[in-house]
């Protein structure tokens, strides 16, 4: 995936205003979804298959990873 790629960059709702530490997610395509570091977006970029995403969502979701 290209820097330049045009995506659709979404944050989290339960991001506050003030930014923080968060992620954002875009769909470069139906099958993968991509993750990077909302404060900053020039930086690397992870992608994962969307199942895999789903998988960690959920478990973070329910509290898998403690609290941050």
């Given at each position: 995936m290209k820097k330049t790629d045009a995506l659709e960059w979404h944050k989290s709702?339960?991001?506050?205003?003030s930014g923080g530490n968060c992620v954002e997610v875009a769909a470069p395509d139906s099958a993968t979804t991509a993750v990077r570091d909302s404060k900053d977006?020039?930086?690397p970029?992870?992608?994962f298959s969307n199942s895999t995403w789903a998988s960690f969502a959920a478990?973070?979701?329910g509290g898998a990873f403690g609290e941050a």
């Amino acid at each position: 995936m290209k820097k330049t790629d045009a995506l659709e960059w979404h944050k989290s709702s339960y991001s506050g205003a003030s930014g923080g530490n968060c992620v954002e997610v875009a769909a470069p395509d139906s099958a993968t979804t991509a993750v990077r570091d909302s404060k900053d977006p020039n930086g690397p970029r992870l992608r994962f298959s969307n199942s895999t995403w789903a998988s960690f969502a959920a478990a973070a979701a329910g509290g898998a990873f403690g609290e941050a």
